[in-house]
């Protein structure tokens, strides 16, 4: 679209065709998806046993995931573990980085994982209704999926990997079967239609306010500015805390750094420590029976074993 100003406002839009579906989901465009995708996916939310679950991550490329007549031909998906701090002063914020992809460890049921993906996501509606995007947030790119998960964890949501991808994502086109690669457009390319002067300004802005609701802001950055209306509308929950958050995996917001190789907690440890803190009405896990905060085991070790039963230190 030639006024289109980044994939935030443009899922805002999204969600607000939401009319009360019992599933809600989103996905990147240019994909496609395997034969009984919807069945699959369904049943794999249902294993999770969690209102509160939604299964969630990267898309792999299309290339060798599925075949002609939409079977799928691979059992790996990425997992949601990496993350870091991006750019400079007061427009610091954390972005997640290229996944590690491979076969589930964990059969039978998605897979937990700390981080949100924009790429694809499947939970109940009332995901979008408690989490909506910010329409606030024009030309913010690169901080939308923390915004999401962060959010979406203080109101009480957890984030799986499905046991295996059920679309694949065509990164680039290309000029006949074995054609040069071609980029993709995106959106900076509609900054002509704009006043180029004011764009990162209102950039700027727009990332101090998503790290201002999430709490994630430094000390230079004043009240004033960035923009406050609806602030609440596209705020916090009161299930957990963002700090809950920031402990539990790694997260140091002061110092602008964040434990590296969280990877190796991701999935499987992460699913035997958590899964049992469940609570028996199936609304999320309970992180207020939770103390563990993960940290880089290349320099710790793996802290996480210490917490677990004797059974499951495998």
């Given at each position: 679209a030639r006024y289109a100003m980044g994939p935030v406002f443009a899922r805002?839009?999204?969600?607000r065709m939401y009319r009360g579906e019992y599933f809600a989901m989103q996905?990147?465009?240019?994909?496609?998806?395997?034969?009984?995708?919807?069945?699959?996916?369904?049943?794999?939310?249902?294993?999770?046993?969690?209102?509160m679950a939604v299964l969630t991550a990267y898309l792999s490329g299309?290339?060798?995931?599925?075949?002609?007549?939409?079977?799928?031909?691979?059992?790996?998906?990425?997992?949601?573990c990496k993350s870091d701090w991006e750019g400079r002063g007061k427009w610091q914020h954390l972005r997640h980085g290229q996944q590690p992809e491979?076969?589930?460890?964990?059969?039978?049921?998605?897979?937990?994982?700390?981080?949100w993906a924009a790429g694809y996501s499947f939970s109940r509606g009332?995901?979008?209704?408690?989490?909506?995007?910010?329409?606030h947030l024009p030309w913010v790119f690169q901080g939308e999926e923390i915004s999401i998960g962060?959010?979406?964890f203080t109101f009480g949501y957890d984030y799986y990997t499905p046991e295996h991808s059920v679309c694949f994502h065509y990164y680039a086109s290309q000029e006949g079967p074995n054609g040069k690669r071609k980029h993709v457009k995106l959106f900076w390319e509609n900054a002509k239609n704009f006043d180029h002067q004011n764009?990162?300004?209102?950039?700027?802005?727009?990332?101090?306010?998503?790290?201002?609701?999430?709490?994630?802001?430094?000390?230079?950055?004043?009240?004033?500015?960035?923009?406050?209306?609806?602030?609440?509308?596209?705020?916090?929950?009161?299930v957990r805390t963002t700090q809950k958050f920031f402990d539990t995996f790694g997260i140091d917001v002061v110092g602008r750094k964040t434990e590296d190789h969280l990877c190796q907690f991701a999935g499987?440890?992460?699913?035997r420590l958590f899964k049992p803190h469940l609570r028996s009405d199936t609304m999320g896990i309970n992180y207020d029976e939770i103390s563990f905060k993960f940290q880089d085991p290349v320099m710790h070790g793996r802290t996480w074993e210490k917490l677990l039963p004797k059974a499951q230190k495998k």
């Open positions: 805002h839009l999204g969600n996905c990147d465009a240019h994909v496609d998806f395997i034969l009984d995708w919807d069945d699959l996916i369904i049943r794999q939310w249902k294993a999770s046993k969690n209102e299309i290339n060798g995931g599925i075949d002609e007549e939409g079977k799928l031909l691979k059992m790996s998906r990425p997992i949601m491979g076969e589930a460890q964990i059969k039978g049921e998605p897979t937990l994982e700390p981080y009332h995901f979008i209704v408690n989490v909506p995007y910010d329409q962060l959010r979406g764009l990162s300004e209102i950039e700027h802005r727009g990332m101090m306010r998503l790290n201002s609701i999430l709490n994630m802001n430094p000390p230079s950055v004043k009240e004033t500015d960035w923009l406050h209306i609806e602030e609440k509308k596209y705020g916090l929950g009161k499987k440890n992460m699913q």
